[in-house]
């Protein structure tokens, strides 16, 4: 292992105020919480702490419609029923509510993944993490998905800048259909996605033969799997599939979405996933110590979120962190066992050995047309 890794870490204490309304899953007061347990893991001592610009339209405008990013900010509870046309050609509404300070919650999120992508082309750390950030179904001129922006196509762009080629890797429970889209004919951004795909699952995309088109062919990649997928398939997946994509495209840099709705007991996921198993895609990656840029995404059991994007920092920091939860103002959420890991779940694993062996050998045969 190379000495220790320079870590910046982007975080805005208003980020995690917001409400998406009652009975919506997303709760950003999920962010207050990982960051709380990382102060209290003292981890904060040993990375780059900042608070991130508010990203600026013009800068959202590099990837959405300049229309879209107007509406955005024009658009409140207040006023909301004065533009039903509008609300309904953007996909504002029962998934993407229109909420109080929305657009700067976007501006927090998306500022914090544009400050990884620049601090990381500086070359001013290796590696850069946004658990706020991970929007990944916004699309150029639509929200999709509890997304409104997405952050990672703009971190992305900016990391194009510096290098030829980017590698983007998403272990969200869902298909990270915006920002495939967003690159979907360019070999200069190969993503690839893990997901639940099937049973009208959202977004409906991912199917396998997904792959990219024109310049693109190939340049896309999607793992579709069934539900209860567990630590030890998922894992030997991911290594193997990963460890190809990475010899055979050679990215100048890493944007990996780390989604924890891919955790067993998940309000909205149905994988298998303990943290250790979760953490360890994090762990591989990380390994190839090439630039890289982390985010969070999905995750909507918000204690078993902030436990696993706290074990994450700590693997990036190459810091064992002890299983016992210390004292922090969330604590009562840790309750009854107060413990960081949380164990696989046990829903019927319907990802059989055969199943899983004919994507990989799908996306590995397509991976030998790619050189460079
Ligand atoms: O299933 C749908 C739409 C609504 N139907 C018309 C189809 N939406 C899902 C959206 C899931 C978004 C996941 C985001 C991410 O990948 C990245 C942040 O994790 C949905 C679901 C569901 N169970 O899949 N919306 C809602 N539940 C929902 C429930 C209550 C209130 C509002 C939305
Ligand atoms: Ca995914
Ligand atoms: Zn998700």
Redesign the pocket.
């Known amino acids: 292992m190379r000495s220790k890794d320079k870590i910046s870490y982007f975080y805005d204490g208003d980020v995690g105020n917001v409400y998406?309304?009652p009975?919506?899953?997303?709760k950003p007061h999920r962010l207050c919480m990982t960051h709380h347990l990382i102060l209290a893991y003292g981890l904060h001592s040993k990375m780059e702490v900042y608070r991130p610009h508010k990203a600026y339209p013009i800068e959202m405008a590099q990837f959405h419609s300049p229309d879209y990013v107007e509406f955005l900010q024009r658009i409140n509870p207040e006023n909301k029923d004065l533009f039903p046309n509008d609300m309904a050609r953007y996909n504002l509404g029962?998934?993407c509510?229109v909420f109080e300070d929305m657009f700067e919650f976007c501006q927090i999120y998306a500022g914090a993944t544009i400050d990884a992508a620049r601090r990381l082309n500086n070359k001013l750390c290796d590696i850069a993490i946004n658990w706020a950030g991970?929007?990944?179904?916004a699309k150029k001129c639509d929200a999709s998905?509890?997304?409104y922006i997405n952050d990672l196509v703009l971190g992305i762009l900016e990391l194009l800048k510096h290098h030829p080629r980017v590698l983007y890797i998403d272990i969200?429970?869902?298909h990270g259909d915006g920002v495939e889209e967003a690159f979907y004919f360019t070999d200069r951004v190969m993503t690839v996605s893990f997901h639940k795909f099937g049973d009208k699952?959202?977004?409906g995309t991912g199917d396998v033969k997904e792959i990219g088109e024109r310049e693109g062919k190939f340049y896309a990649i999607n793992v579709p799997l069934r539900d209860g997928i567990d630590d030890i398939s998922f894992n030997r997946l991911f290594r193997a599939i990963i460890s190809k994509v990475v010899e055979m495209y050679q990215p100048g840099a890493i944007v990996l979405q780390c989604?924890a709705?891919s955790l067993a007991r998940d309000r909205?996921g149905c994988f298998n996933l303990s943290i250790d198993g979760h953490a360890e895609c994090v762990k591989f990656v990380k390994k190839f110590n090439i630039p890289l840029l982390v985010t969070g995404?999905?995750?909507?059991t918000k204690e078993n979120v902030a436990r696993c994007w706290t074990v994450e920092t700590g693997i990036l920091l190459d810091t064992e962190l002890p299983n016992e939860i210390p004292d922090n103002d969330y604590i009562k959420y840790f309750a009854p066992d107060f413990s960081l890991k949380i164990p696989g779940g046990h829903i019927e694993n319907l990802n059989t050995k055969s199943y899983i062996s004919s994507i990989k050998a799908q996306i590995l045969d397509n991976l030998r047309y790619i050189q460079h």
Do not use: A, I, T
């Open positions: 998406f309304g009975n919506h899953p997303m029962e998934d509510p991970g929007l990944h179904h998905g509890f997304c969200d429970v869902h699952f959202f977004p989604g709705d909205l995404g999905g995750g909507y």
